[in-house]
């Protein structure tokens, strides 16, 4: 009897809720009927399962990834043409980097990161791959030696940020300034420190830098010293040290273009 009175005083108290929360429902429409009623369907495609799938993403990569060394993720175009003098210098910094005891990290991909994670396993380095779920699959290249594929790009950024100490950017599209962006916005706001990046190919470079420096920091857009966060070169060996701090000189980005 005292049960019963509970349960009509938790029903009507949750009806109350129902209403102040979301007027015009009743409390079977509530997150709860929908979890627990068949059919289940449309449940899967919710955001609360699409939040247990990226928790279980970032599970995934930190428990995958914990073990690794120093690394430096390389960045670059998917359409890099092996044909390309771009491939050549991204092989030549993953074999530097493997020479260097540094692990490789990539989008594992083709082009520029094929290349990279390629001069990186040439020379016994380790070379991870962190490839992206992509409606038109293109799997992970051949010379990834410990890969892990990801559905969400958010996810698979913060584990090239969180595992790696700096970044080289060879040339590339949307996705490659996705990423260099991206690390740019992080130093810049402080959210990471003593992040080398470092752009390979001057005169691909050099129109993005003329307008950083003469629209966007001199419409104060950026500070004038946001554009020492990040270095240009043509030489992959030079980016190579810029990136682990072993050249002699760390050049500000008007006198490297
Ligand atoms: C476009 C083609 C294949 C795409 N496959 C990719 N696999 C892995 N990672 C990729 C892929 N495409 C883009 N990325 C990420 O963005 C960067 C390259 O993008 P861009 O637009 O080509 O510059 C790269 O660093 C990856 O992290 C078919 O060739």
């Known amino acids: 009897?005292?049960?019963q009175r509970k349960s009509e005083e938790n029903a009507r108290?949750?009806?109350r809720n129902v209403e102040a929360n979301w007027p015009g429902k009743r409390p079977e429409d509530q997150l709860d009927h929908y979890l627990l009623e068949s059919p289940q369907e449309d449940v899967t495609h919710t955001d609360v399962w699409r939040v247990l799938r990226i928790?279980?993403?970032f599970v995934n990569g930190f428990g995958t990834l914990a073990g690794t060394g120093p690394a430096i993720?390389?960045?670059g175009s998917a359409r890099t043409d092996p044909q390309s003098p771009y491939y050549e210098m991204a092989h030549r910094i993953g074999s530097r980097l493997a020479e260097a005891g540094i692990t490789t990290i990539t989008g594992g991909g083709p082009g520029?990161?094929?290349a990279a994670n390629k001069g990186a396993a040439d020379n016994d380095g380790i070379s991870i791959g962190l490839g992206i779920e992509l409606p038109f699959e293109t799997g992970l290249n051949s010379s990834v030696n410990k890969g892990l594929n990801f559905r969400y790009f958010f996810v698979r950024k913060t584990m090239f940020v969180k595992y790696s100490q700096g970044f080289i950017v060879l040339p590339g599209g949307f996705g490659t300034l996705d990423e260099l962006f991206e690390a740019l916005t992080?130093?810049?706001t402080q959210k990471i420190t003593s992040f080398p990046i470092v752009l390979v190919g001057k005169s691909y470079w050099g129109g993005l830098v003329d307008w950083l420096t003469n629209t966007?920091?001199?419409e104060r857009a950026i500070s004038p010293k946001d554009l020492n966060l990040f270095m240009?070169?043509?030489d992959p060996d030079e980016a190579v040290d810029l990136v682990l701090g072993t050249a002699d000189k760390q050049p500000a980005p008007e006198e490297a273009v």
């Open 1 to 3: 009897m005292v049960h």
């Open 13 to 15: 108290a949750g009806q």
């Open 55 to 57: 928790q279980s993403e």
């Open 73 to 75: 993720a390389v960045f």
């Open 112 to 114: 520029a990161m094929e």
């Open 186 to 188: 992080l130093v810049q």
């Open 216 to 218: 966007v920091a001199a």
């Open 232 to 234: 240009v070169t043509d």
